[in-house]
T-cell receptor, first 112, second 115 residues
Framework: SQQGEEDPQALSIQEGENATMNCSYK?????LQWYRQNSGRGLVHLIL?????REKHSGRLRVTLDTSKKSSSLLITASRAADTASYFC????????????FGKGTLLTVNP | NAGVTQTPKFQVLKTGQSMTLQCAQD?????MSWYRQDPGMGLRLIHY???????DQGEVPNGYNVSRSTTEDFPLRLLSAAPSQTSVYFC??????????????FGSGTRLTVV
């Protein structure tokens, strides 16, 4: 069953603009992770935020986590055409520290 | 380069055939897993392993077997292929028992078509 659900399903922006993607989940989590997948490729880990953290930065990425609302957002600032990809949130929850449950992803298109 | 290696990259099977998808990692990761990715479904966990000799079922295990005889290798076996198993398969691994510190490293995938 899907734990995380991304919103929107698809997002199209111009180069230089910021892109925001949201993720909602259903049960309590240990951590939440964001991954990028370029067309026809494997997933690449972008950033991990623990349940006791509220915000985290990595380069042009900013992730927030609101455990009271069971939601997270991924902000990509100053987007580039190379950021065009699908973005997935994944939650690590329950008694297992190993299993990740993925959402269905947001397809981001950055137009040059 | 260190990472997760999957073979083959592409495979076409006839219904009823069996095959093994290979996955190997050279990062000494304890945890390994197999996912399938279908359009509109995201990634779904098939089987996983928390160490050599230990495997467990994920969300969609039917029709698949796994074993973990070494830390490095985690093959996925399709016992009798069915068209419903047409999908892209990803192997992933993670370093630490305290997975709250580390993300997963994914292989590049195997695109399987069952006709």
């Amino acid at each position: 069953s899907q734990q995380g659900e991304e919103d929107p399903q698809a997002l199209s922006i111009q180069e230089g603009e910021n892109a925001t993607m949201n993720c909602s989940y259903k049960t309590s989590i240990n951590n939440l992770q964001w991954y990028r997948q370029n067309s026809g490729r494997g997933l690449v880990h972008l950033i991990l935020i623990r349940s006791n953290e509220r915000e985290k930065h990595s380069g042009r990425l900013r992730v927030t986590l609101d455990t009271s609302k069971k939601s997270s957002s991924l902000l990509i600032t100053a987007s580039r055409a190379a950021d065009t990809a699908s973005y997935f949130c994944a939650t690590n929850s329950g008694g297992s520290n190993y299993k990740l449950t993925f959402g269905k992803g947001t397809l981001l298109t950055v137009n040059p | 380069n260190a990472g997760v290696t999957q073979t083959p990259k592409f495979q076409v099977l006839k219904t009823g055939q069996s095959m093994t998808l290979q996955c190997a990692q050279d990062m000494n990761h304890e945890y390994m897993s197999w996912y399938r990715q279908d359009p509109g479904m995201g990634l779904r966990l098939i089987h996983y392993s928390v160490g050599a000799g230990i495997t467990d079922q994920g969300e969609v295990p039917n029709g698949y077997n796994v074993s973990r005889s070494t830390t490095e290798d985690f093959p996925l076996r399709l016992l009798s292929a069915a068209p419903s198993q047409t999908s892209v398969y990803f192997c992933a691994s993670s370093y630490s028992k305290t997975a709250s510190n580390y993300g997963y490293t994914f292989g590049s995938g195997t695109r399987l078509t069952v006709v």
